[in-house]
């Protein structure tokens, strides 16, 4: 696992959702200097362009919206993810959390071939534990962790051989999780620090300790990055706002210790909505984090005008 050769691959998916404008996302993320930034960090990095989901022959669901187009990039995902974690750390620029059904997929299976286990660290103020049988919407970006940890429901998606177990998955930032998703997921060991959490005990406390259990079982984290993570005043471009997320200075601190970790094999950037951003700050700042997960210091912060 080379963490010094970083893998941009651009994910323009837009299907997981009614309401579109995520394709834009990899290009914002190109235009707001992603490559760069890690560049003058000493990284070598690859932009390897945009990929497409595959070709399938599912029909059209009722109420699940763009159901074939979400298993097409499932499919293309997972391969891509299992093909550039093998050459370097991976950072995929969506396009909509749907993606990380792929992404994750096909990194479980990476860490299974060099016979580490994966966990996967969930940056959201939403949980995503619906299934395509439980989701009143039909959209599907708000059911990936229900099927990368293996739940049933996922009729004609690829089959998911290496699951990521439910206490294997570390939540932060929660502030809007339907009840019968928290009930599930407190029953399966899920760790979880929503918002009340943070406020109380900070964020720090909920990270390390699950960066010790990634330690201590010797294995690798995938980071999943949602814009709503975020709070909404500093991070407007995304179509899911929940107030009451984190702050600047939480996000940087939370990018910091996951770098000095050393425990990070690749990171998911999505939900990014370039047509409701204000002069790009949401995707300056994204590209600010993930310079932070990468290895830049706050000293090292850039000035920024708007």
């Not at 990284?43 to 074939?68: E, K, S």
């Not at 299974?112 to 009143?136: K, N």
């Not at 940890?149 to 206490?167: E, K």
Request: glycine share 10%.
């Amino acid at each position: 696992m080379d963490t010094g050769n970083v893998i941009l691959v651009g994910a323009p998916m837009d299907a997981g959702k009614r309401r579109q404008g995520c394709r834009m996302g990899p290009d914002a993320y190109r235009v707001a200097g992603l490559e760069q930034a890690l560049a003058n960090l000493g990284h070598t990095v690859q932009d390897v362009g945009d990929i497409r989901a595959d070709d399938t022959d599912i029909p059209p669901h009722d109420h699940l919206f763009a159901l074939p187009e979400c298993v097409g990039w499932t499919h293309a995902l997972s391969r891509v993810a299992q093909e550039t974690a093998a050459k370097g750390l991976p950072i995929f620029m969506g396009g909509d959390h749907a993606l990380s059904m792929g992404t994750v997929k096909g990194m479980s299976e990476y860490a299974d071939g060099i016979d580490r286990p994966l966990f996967v660290l969930w940056l959201d103020a939403h949980s995503d534990f619906h299934t395509p049988g439980s989701t009143d919407s039909g959209n599907l970006h708000g059911t990936p962790v229900a099927y990368f940890t293996g739940q049933p429901g996922f009729d004609g998606f690829p089959a998911v051989t290496i699951p990521v177990p439910t206490d294997r998955v570390g939540m932060i930032g929660l502030r809007s999780v339907d009840p019968a998703e928290r009930q599930r997921l407190e029953q399966d060991n899920a760790m979880l620090a929503d918002m009340r959490s943070i406020d109380e005990h900070g964020i720090k406390a909920p990270l390390m300790a699950f960066l010790d259990r990634v330690r201590a079982a010797n294995g690798i984290l995938h980071v999943s990055l949602d814009v709503d993570f975020l709070d909404p005043s500093i991070a407007p471009a995304v179509g899911t706002t929940v107030p009451g997320g984190a702050t600047e200075r939480e996000a940087h601190l939370v990018m910091e210790l996951l770098h000095e970790s050393g425990l990070v094999c690749s990171l998911d950037l999505v939900e990014l909505n370039p047509f409701l951003d204000e002069r790009g700050r949401t995707a300056k700042l994204m590209v600010d984090l993930a310079a932070s997960l990468l290895g830049r210091r706050i000293f090292d912060r850039p000035t920024r005008s708007f």
